[in-house]
C-alpha cells in the first residue's frame, strides 16, 4: 500500500463538508518546524509518504501503517524524515531512519487502536526544530476539547511538499480512539500527523494523539494513553535523555527494562515509565509522570529524598511532590504521599491508596481496591468489582467513574471520616434507595454505601438522613 495514495478505505482521510484546510507558509518557526514529512520504500520498490512530528531531539512519532507494511508483514525498506518541507525548501535538510518501532499487536491485528509508531534518527536535529511534550490523555477527557493537526494531504499538495494545517473540536472517543469532523479535514499523505491541543495561557503545545484514519462522517485518530505512552516512551529511549534507574536532581526521563526494575526520580520533574515486569518505582520530588507499564508495580508518589521541614503545628512534614500515576496492566499496589495526586489503575485488580492532600484516584479496569487517604478526594472505583474508601475529608465517591456511573459491577462504597458524597449521573428517579442498616444503603442493588452523608444525583442531592 502507498501512503499517501490511500490504496484502502481505512487509510481514505476525508475532507468532510467544506475544506478549511490552511496553507502553512512559513515552516521555520514552531510548531510547523517539529512537522515532518515521513517518506517510505516498501519491499517491492514502492514509495509513498506520511506525517510525523518531532517528540525528542531525534524522534519522531507517526502512525504504525506508515511505518509497517501490511501486504508483506514487515517494516518498510528505508525512511527518510523532513521537516518543516516546503515545497523545494528543506529549511532543517532530510535524515534517514536508523530504528522503526510498532507495536507487536498492531503487527499481528494491523488494528487502529494500535496505529502508531516511531522513527528513531541519528541526528539531533529536534534540537533545532523544536518538539512537541506528548501526553497520555484519560479517556473522554478530551471530547469537546480543540485539538490542532497539520501534514502533507495529497490531494492539496499531489507530491506532498505542502503543509497544511486545520483545528477543531474532538467530537466523541471510544477507548483509545478519537473522532471528529467539522473543520478538522485531512487527506491521504496525513497518516501520521500529530494531534495537539494548544494551551494559550502557558503558550504550550501537548501532543494527545496520532492521526491515523478517515471516513465519510468522521476523521480519527489513536489517543494516547498510559500504556502507549509507555511504549512511545521506550522506543524513544536511546540515551539523549537520563535513562537507567536512578534520576538526578534535574528533569529525567527514566524507562525501566524487561526484568523488574527499582527507579527513583529523584528531583526535578521526570518521567518514569517502568516498562515490563513487577518494577518499584518512586516519584521523589518535584513533579513526575509516573507509569508502571506492564508487570505487577508498586509505585510511590511523591517519595521525599530532600530536607523535611515542620508544618504550623511543628510536626516534620515531608516535602510535597506532585504526580500523574498510571498503574498500567497488571495488579499494582500504588501509594499517594504527599502532593495533589492523579492516580490511575489501569488495568488489573489494583490496590491504591491517595496520598494526603486532596487527590483524584480511580482503579479503572478490574477489581480494584481504592482509597482517598486523607484531605478531600474524588475516588473513583472504575469498571468490575470494586472497594472504594473515602477516608477523612469530605469525598466524592463513584463506584464507577466519572464519566458514565452506569452500574457495571457490584461496589462497595465507605465514606470513611468526613461529610462525604456518593455520586451517580442519571437522575433520582433512576434509583432504588434501600436503607439497610443506621450507616448503609443499597442503591439499585448494585451498591452498598456506607458512612455517606449525601448522594448527588443529575437533577438534586439528598441527604442519607431522608432515606427511611
Not at 252 to 278: E, Q, Y
Not at 291 to 318: C, E, P, R, V
Not at 386 to 415: E, P, R
Amino acid at each position: 500500500m502507498l501512503v499517501g495514495s490511500a490504496t484502502t478505505s481505512q487509510r481514505n482521510e476525508s475532507v468532510i463538508g467544506t475544506d478549511e484546510r490552511i496553507l502553512v507558509s512559513d515552516t521555520t518557526a514552531f510548531p510547523w518546524s517539529a512537522i515532518v514529512r515521513v517518506s517510505v520504500t516498501f519491499s517491492d520498490g514502492s514509495s509513498g509518504w506520511g506525517t510525523g512530528a518531532m517528540i525528542s531531539p531525534n524522534d519522531v512519532l507517526t502512525a504504525a501503517h506508515v511505518l509497517w507494511d501490511e501486504t508483506t508483514s514487515g517494516y518498510v525498506t528505508s525512511v527518510t524524515i523532513t521537516p518543516g518541507l516546503n515545497g523545494s525548501s528543506q529549511p532543517f535538510g532530510s535524515y534517514g531512519g536508523t530504528g522503526t518501532h510498532v507495536s507487536t499487536t498492531y503487527q499481528t491485528t494491523l488494528s487502529s487502536e494500535h496505529d502508531y509508531g516511531v522513527v528513531n534518527l541519528s541526528s539531533n536535529v529536534g534540537d533545532t526544530t523544536g518538539y512537541f511534550d506528548y501526553s497520555s490523555a484519560f479517556a473522554n477527557d478530551l471530547e469537546d476539547k480543540t485539538v490542532n493537526t497539520a501534514g502533507y494531504p495529497a490531494d492539496l499538495s499531489p507530491t506532498g511538499v505542502l503543509m497544511y494545517s486545520a483545528s477543531d473540536l474532538v467530537d466523541f472517543t471510544f477507548g483509545n480512539r478519537l473522532y471528529y469532523n467539522g473543520s478538522l479535514d485531512t487527506f491521504s499523505g496525513q497518516s501520521g500527523s500529530p494531534i495537539w491541543i494548544y494551551d494559550t495561557e502557558s503558550d504550550t503545545r501537548t501532543l494527545v494523539g496520532v492521526h491515523t484514519t478517515g471516513g465519510s462522517s468522521f476523521n480519527g485518530g489513536t489517543q494516547i494513553t498510559a500504556e502507549i505512552f509507555a511504549d512511545i516512551a521506550a522506543w524513544a529511549d536511546d540515551g539523549t535523555t537520563s535513562t537507567g534507574t536512578t534520576g538526578t536532581d534535574s528533569a529525567d526521563s527514566l524507562v525501566g527494562s524487561s526484568a523488574a526494575d527499582t527507579i527513583s526520580g529523584l528531583g526535578g520533574s521526570d518521567t518514569i515509565v517502568g516498562g515490563a515486569s513487577g518494577d518499584l518505582i518512586f516519584g521523589n520530588i518535584n513533579v513526575d509522570l509516573l507509569s508502571g507499564g506492564a508487570g505487577n508495580d508498586t509505585i510511590y508518589g511523591g517519595q521525599n529524598d530532600g530536607t523535611a521541614t515542620l508544618d504550623a503545628f511543628g510536626n516534620l512534614k515531608m516535602q510535597d511532590g506532585t504526580e500523574t500515576i498510571y498503574g498500567g496492566s497488571g495488579n499494582d499496589l500504588i501509594l499517594g504521599q504527599y502532593g495533589n495526586e492523579s492516580i490511575f489503575g489501569d488495568a488489573g485488580a489494583d490496590e491504591i491508596y491517595g496520598g494526603q492532600n486532596s487527590d483524584t484516584v480511580s482503579g479503572g479496569a478490574g477489581n480494584d481496591s481504592v482509597y482517598g487517604n486523607r484531605d478531600a478526594d474524588t475516588v473513583l472505583g472504575g469498571d468490575g468489582d470494586d472497594l472504594v474508601f473515602g477516608g477523612t475529608g469530605d469525598d466524592f465517591l463513584y463506584g464507577d467513574n466519572i464519566a458514565s456511573s452506569t452500574g457495571s459491577g457490584w461496589d462497595t462504597i465507605d465514606g470513611g471520616d468526613g461529610t462525604d458524597t456518593a455520586v451517580y449521573l442519571n437522575n433520582f428517579a433512576s434509583y432504588n434507595l434501600v436503607r439497610l442498616g443506621s450507616d448503609s444503603i443499597s442503591v439499585n442493588s448494585f451498591e452498598l454505601l456506607i458512612n455517606v452523608e449525601n448522594i448527588q444525583f443529575a437533577d438534586q442531592t439528598i441527604s442519607t438522613d431522608l432515606i427511611l
